[in-house]
């Protein structure tokens, strides 16, 4: 089966620039999430889904950070305006049951 | 608070030796406890669940309750070994949660 696919890989924008992530999950995966990696750390949840709506949220900094997933399908991630501290690595991975499974990550620096 | 620990940013050993990497949790319910490995250049995989009890690549891993820990073990380590290593919990049913994150381990196997 084909694996959770994510865009862009690499993306580079100056401090207070909007940026959005792109991800597709395993087809008849319902649940979604959106993991954060700063550089030494572990990923840390964002975001989850279930279907289109929101199971979990209470890390995600609301101030600046959106995601969406209108089709309960493919999901988006938007950072508005970027922080210096924003720059990471960003996750995406689906599950249907046991073990999440991630896309390759989007690896975003904030100058 | 529910929290991964390991203690080891970085653990080398050389080939056949065997290898132990420490994890230690915090959770007042009863958690799930994963491994996950990043090789390198590719995405970070499970490696093997705490409750379906199996060896994955020839490691196991048995979770100690009284302890509160979740060692990852091989008995003879092999040089394709040397990766990134995560241990991570959920604290729902089932790998639908979403899952807290040690910091990681980098083995590095030597020849």
């Known amino acids: 089966e084909a694996g959770v696919a994510q865009s862009p890989r690499y993306k580079i924008i100056e401090k207070r620039q909007s940026v959005a992530f792109w991800c597709n999950p395993i087809?008849?995966?319902?649940?979604l999430y959106w993991y954060q990696q700063i550089l030494g750390q572990g990923p840390k949840l964002l975001i989850q889904?279930?279907?289109?709506?929101?199971?979990?949220d209470s890390q995600l900094p609301k101030d600046r950070f959106s995601a969406e997933r209108l089709k309960g399908v493919d999901s988006t991630l938007k950072i508005q305006p970027a922080k210096l501290e924003d720059s990471a690595v960003y996750l995406c991975?689906?599950?249907?049951?046991?073990?999440?499974?991630f896309g390759p990550g989007t690896r975003l620096t904030v100058l | 608070a529910q929290r991964v620990t390991q203690p080891e940013k970085l653990l080398s050993v050389f080939k056949g030796a065997p290898v132990e990497l420490k994890c230690n949790y915090s959770?007042?319910?009863?958690?799930?406890l994963f491994w996950y490995v990043q090789y390198s250049r590719q995405r970070l995989q499970l490696l093997l669940r705490?409750?379906s009890r199996e060896s994955i690549k020839g490691f196991t891993a048995d979770l100690n309750k009284g302890e509160t820990s979740f060692h990852l073990k091989k008995p003879f380590a092999q040089e394709e070994d040397s990766a990134m290593y995560y241990c991570?919990?959920?604290?729902?049913?089932?790998?639908?949660?979403?899952?807290?994150f040690g910091k990681g381990t980098k083995l590095s196997v030597k020849p």
């Open positions: 959770y007042s319910g009863s958690p799930e």
């Open positions: 087809s008849g995966h319902a649940t």
């Open positions: 991570a919990l959920s604290g729902r049913s089932g790998s639908q949660g979403n899952l807290i």
């Open positions: 991975a689906s599950s249907s049951g046991p073990g999440q499974f």
């Open positions: 889904f279930q279907n289109n709506g929101v199971v979990d």
């Open positions: 705490h409750i």
